[in-house]
């Protein structure tokens, strides 16, 4: 079947419903200020709004080159115009993004995983609708639910391009790659990974196509520097490049009181000199499932592993997940082939692991495939269990559902009671007053 049943559309409905009351139902415990990143979001689209230069405003008059990319400001630029100084309402941004990154994986779903049904797209959006780590970055001003958005879009147009090249598919893809790499810098990975995928697929006639969506590139990328404050120098990744060429990690604190955002800071850890051992680093920290706990129990659990010597059984449970994902993958590989949205997730994986960043924010961008794939290993081994029974079909089916059923009551109970899987409930709120002492003067 093509397109979705009524049935599947009113599904779909409901599960983005669901995510959007969830995502308002704490709007209030999220304001701008929280986090460190959101606050230099606003700052910079602040200056955009205002036409000052792209910069991060430490002091009056003094302005400092930030690491942050123009992509995500640009969107927020606009409704500072409107509503100066309503910070908060920035984060309608990233609510709308959700909406649409959900709306893409399914109304986009025969482009995204030929050969699975619109039931699989079903399941995946519900499962993305109710996950914390979509609530989370629903509330807050940050650039994850935006970058997503651009992810998919690129994807989209790729996969468009791969079955039948026209020029339009390829200005689009050309326009969404803007997006994609100014965004967030890690975009240029995904860029070249869609390129290599339309090279795979259209050989030597990919070029025409290549040409078009470099063309529209660079003509959206002019027509941003003539028409904004922003300059050919920010077009360069220049604040990341610096910091990894001073080998050091950024990570962004929040003091243990749950204090407002002028007593945060952005603290640096420097890393060993070898780069084998930064690679080894990147993979411990991102292999740690304690990082995927709730921050009380994530706590307690790190405690009681130190306290007996047990910190190794800290990569045990990803080890055995990361067995399933790869599983997955392969399964889904023989399913639908070589797809775009296949080809992402493990290049972006791979790449990750030598970032300089470090969090669980950073599968955000990959967080579609990487269920999906957990899906296909899941529903793969269940049919290989239930198949030595007398009705393994009923039971396969049953056992999907009750599987389905438990996560998705798990996350939604997690939500509930929690706020966030991520954010413990007593550091959130932030502070405007900080913001708006660092933006640019009138």
Known sequence: MNKPTRFQVSLFLIAVLAMVALALREWHNYTVGFFLDDGMYVVLADALAQRANYGWYFMPESLQSTHLPFGFPLLLA???????????????????????????????????????????????????????????????????????????????????????????????????????VFTRTIGWFILFAL??????????????????????????????????????????PSGYLQILSEGVVLKTSVNSAGDA???????????????????????????DFLDWLPSQIEKDVGTFLEENSLNALR???????LALLVYGFIRWYLASGLTAFWLVAPMYLVVILFWAWEGSRFFYPVQPQIVFALLT?????????????????????????????????????????????????????GDVEWISKETPEN
């Open 377 to 429: 290993a899941g529903f793969s081994i269940l049919g290989v269990v239930t198949r030595a029974f007398s009705n393994p079909i009923v039971l396969r089916t049953a056992s999907n559902v009750v599987l389905l059923s438990l996560i998705m009551t798990v996350q939604v109970l997690i939500d509930l009671r929690s706020g966030s899987w991520f954010v413990p409930r007593e550091t959130r709120g």
């Open 78 to 180: 606009p409704l500072l115009l409107i509503l100066p100084g309503q910070y908060d309402f920035l984060r309608v941004v990233s609510l709308t993004a959700s909406v649409l990154n959900l709306n893409l994986i399914f109304w986009g779903w025969r482009r995204f995983a030929p050969g699975f049904s619109y039931w699989w797209a079903i399941v995946l959006v519900a499962l993305l609708a109710l996950s914390p780590l979509t609530i989370l970055f629903s509330r807050v001003v940050l650039s994850e639910a935006p970058f997503l958005m651009w992810c998919l879009l690129a994807i989209f147009f790729s996969e468009r391009i791969a079955s039948k090249p026209n020029r339009w598919d390829a200005a689009a893809f050309g326009i969404a790659s803007v997006g994609l």
């Open 195 to 236: 390129v290599v995928y339309l090279i795979l697929k259209l050989r030597a006639t990919v070029w025409r196509s290549l040409v078009i969506a470099a063309a529209a590139f660079f003509i959206l990328s002019g027509i941003l520097v003539a028409g904004t404050s922003l300059q050919m120098r920010d077009f360069f």
């Open 261 to 287: 955002a002028p007593t945060q800071t952005a603290s640096i850890d420097s890393i060993p000199s070898s780069y084998l051992r930064i690679v080894w680093n990147g993979i411990w920290v991102h292999l």
């Open 315 to 321: 990569v045990v449970p990803s080890l055995m997940v």
